[in-house]
Nanobody, 127 residues
Framework: VQLQASGGGLVQAGGSLRLSCAAS????????MGWFRQAPGKEREFVAG?????????SYADSVKGRFTISRDNAKSTVSLQMNSLRPEDTAVYYC????????????????????WGQGTQVTVSS
């Protein structure tokens, strides 16, 4: 599967952005999907994830809870990340990723469980 992330950009603190990730392949609905981010000099970290099929389960990093919302549209093979109340510390390259062997109803937060990665999209939040 190939993943293409888009929607990044420059925004002032308190603003919003919506990231999208388009996936190729016929089995998108069976993948668990996640968003990760990596800031300069830091390790890649989990941001948000959504379970496979109907996406009944979601998980968020504590730092983004209440501000970010992940969703999926299986008909369009896309996963989105709505980011509100952005802060300068949210500045990073954001990556979408697919877990091809998810446990039903479970969101994986570990990067190594995700076999497929998009190219990343830069999000910069100015103070």
């Amino acid at each position: 599967v190939q993943l293409q992330a888009s929607g990044g950009g420059l925004v002032q603190a308190g603003g919003s952005l919506r990231l999208s990730c388009a996936a190729s392949g016929r089995t998108f609905s069976s993948y668990g999907m996640g968003w990760f981010r990596q800031a300069p000099g830091k390790e890649r970290e989990f941001v948000a994830g959504i379970s496979s099929w109907r996406g009944g389960s979601t998980s968020y990093a504590d730092s983004v809870k209440g501000r970010f919302t992940i969703s999926r549209d299986n008909a369009k093979s896309t996963v989105s990340l709505q980011m509100n109340s952005l802060r300068p510390e949210d500045t990073a390259v954001y990556y979408c990723a697919a877990d091809p062997r998810p446990s039903p109803g479970v969101v994986t937060t570990t990067p190594r469980r995700y076999d497929y990665w998009g190219q990343g999209t830069q999000v910069t939040v100015s103070s």
